[in-house]
C-alpha cells in the first residue's frame, strides 16, 4: 500500500546517508515495526504489571531471589538435558 508521510528534511537525510535512496521505504517500515513491537510489549507489560505477587511467589519478592531462582531453574534444565543427551 502507498501512503504519504511527512519527515524532517533532515531525517530522511540521514536515512538515505545510512542506507541510500532506494532503500528507504525499506528502512522506514523496518523501523515502524520495530517501534509497534516494542510498543505492544510496553503495552503487555503495563497491563500484567503487578499480577504476581511476593505472597504466591516468594522465590520472586527480590531481584535477588529472581536471579537465584533462575540460576537454579538453568541448573535444572542442564540437568535434565545431560540425562536425555547420555551415552547411559
Request: no cysteine; aromatic share 6%; charged share 40%.
Amino acid at each position: 500500500m502507498r501512503t504519504h508521510v511527512m519527515f524532517p528534511d533532515e531525517l530522511v537525510k540521514d536515512v538515505d546517508r545510512l542506507v541510500g535512496r532506494r532503500k528507504r521505504s525499506r528502512f522506514v517500515t523496518d523501523a515502524v515495526r520495530e517501534k509497534l513491537r516494542r510498543e505492544r510489549l510496553l503495552s503487555a507489560l503495563g497491563e500484567t504489571a503487578g499480577i504476581i505477587s511476593a505472597e504466591e511467589y516468594p522465590e520472586w519478592a527480590t531481584t535477588e531471589k529472581v536471579a537465584a531462582w533462575v540460576r537454579k531453574s538453568r541448573h535444572e534444565d542442564m540437568q535434565r538435558l545431560e540425562r536425555l543427551f547420555s551415552d547411559g
